[in-house]
């Protein structure tokens, strides 16, 4: 998530309890809405940049097959005032692959990951045609890479009812502020990744885990298994240096000044996916200035000089939040003030092009004309 302290809304008091659910919710006597949609993000101000992918090159170079000619670059994210140095986004070419060179490629990637998860279609690889990493990611990469999200909200206020200041034990006055929210987040987004949905429908779910079901869900000794724990920044990008990456292994960021400082129940402050050695793929917070993107492992652990990382992998595939328990509505007291937050699931089946690429469908989008 975002390294940045919570926005301050219409009332003090509101962002400092939403801090305990860990969202952010501008206060308003009368209902409020905003508009949830995808937008595509324009990365066409670009600066060539080195990336080097060891994973990919190493197994190449195993096959007996050419080396791919990488050519990368990156885009400048806007960003916080409070920031010294602004993100990142990179798209990367492979260049002409030939279909032997596609395939060792597939593997090395999503496809590695779990068969034919990718959707590539190695057949197109004649040597001539040009190949993005993206080509190689899971399906939820691909359909929500270069993509911001502008979250709905709805949000209103009314004063407690009698049996509701006696309930949490406020004599006298009072309100209730409830919110609605549709948004995504770096945990949420992660998630998705996770489900490795795949198949005739794979699809992309809106949501954003609460901070107290983070740590359930990804730590889950079901779901994932720990390869590392309490890694300094240091430690964790020197790590894959020796030992390798295997696409679909993730980091979590532990931050436990920050989890004090805003009194967050889970001291889990981002979770970041590994493609390649020191490469990931992330959302970062909710804020719609950054997309989901792709960006290098040393960028994420500058943002958190006194947090911990933990390296966990996959062992069982993530389930569909529809059918998972999630807590959907949550109700905190602070000082006079009753906060109700629910957020709402939205499921998006995506689509997938003649040339094996999946998008997110035209109702991801407000405006009909929108590009993804």
């Known amino acids: ?26 206060c308003s006597v009368t209902p409020k809405t905003t508009t949830k949609e995808f937008k595509r993000f324009d ?47 990179l798209s990367i070419s492979l260049g002409t692959l030939t279909r032997e060179q ?11 990951w779990k068969d034919n998860l990718s959707g590539v279609d190695c057949n197109l690889a004649d040597g001539k045609k040009v ?51 549709a ?35 990804f730590t889950d000794p079901q779901l994932t298994q720990t390869l590392l724990s309490g890694q300094s920044a240091s430690q964790i990008n020197n790590q894959f240096a020796t030992r390798g990456v295997v696409f679909g292994e993730f980091i979590i960021v532990r931050d436990k000044q920050m989890a004090r400082e ?28 950054y997309p989901m993107r792709i960006t290098t492992l040393e960028e994420v652990t500058a943002d958190y000089p006194q947090a911990s990382f933990d390296l966990r992998r996959l062992i069982k595939d993530f389930p569909d939040p529809k059918t998972e328990d999630f807590s959907r509505s949550i109700k905190e007291s602070m000082e006079g003030v009753v906060y109700e937050v629910t957020i709402e699931l939205k499921e998006l089946k995506l689509n997938k092009s003649n040339l094996g690429r999946y998008a997110l469908p035209e109702s991801a989008f407000v405006a009909p004309t929108a590009k993804n």
């Open 262 to 289: 805003t009194g967050a129940k889970s001291d889990i402050a981002h979770v970041t996916l590994l493609i390649d050695e020191g490469l990931v793929f992330e959302r970062v917070g909710t804020d719609p200035v």
């Open 102 to 112: 596609c395939e060792v490629a597939r593997k090395v990637y999503a496809d590695g």
């Open 131 to 181: 190949f993005l990493i993206d080509d190689f990611l899971t399906p939820v990469m691909q359909a929500t890479l270069r993509h911001t999200f502008i979250p709905e909200k709805t949000e209103s206020s009314r004063p407690l009812t009698q049996d509701e200041r006696k309930q949490y034990g406020i004599s006298a006055g009072g309100e209730m502020l409830v919110s609605k929210s």
């Open 1 to 26: 998530m975002k390294k940045t302290p919570p926005k301050q809304s219409l009332k003090t008091l509101a962002t400092a309890s939403l801090a305990l659910v860990g969202l952010t919710l501008a």
């Open 183 to 217: 948004e995504t987040n770096c945990w949420s987004t992660a998630y998705e990744v996770l489900r490795r949905t795949s198949g005739a429908s794979p699809s992309y779910t809106i949501h954003n885990l609460l901070p107290q079901e983070v740590d359930l869900r």
């Open 43 to 89: 990365d066409s101000n670009q600066q060539s940049v080195e990336i080097s992918l060891p994973n990919l090159q190493r197994a190449l170079k195993a096959a007996k097959l050419p080396a791919a000619k990488i050519v990368a670059n990156q885009t400048l994210l806007a960003t916080e005032t409070n920031r010294d140095s602004q993100r990142k986004h």
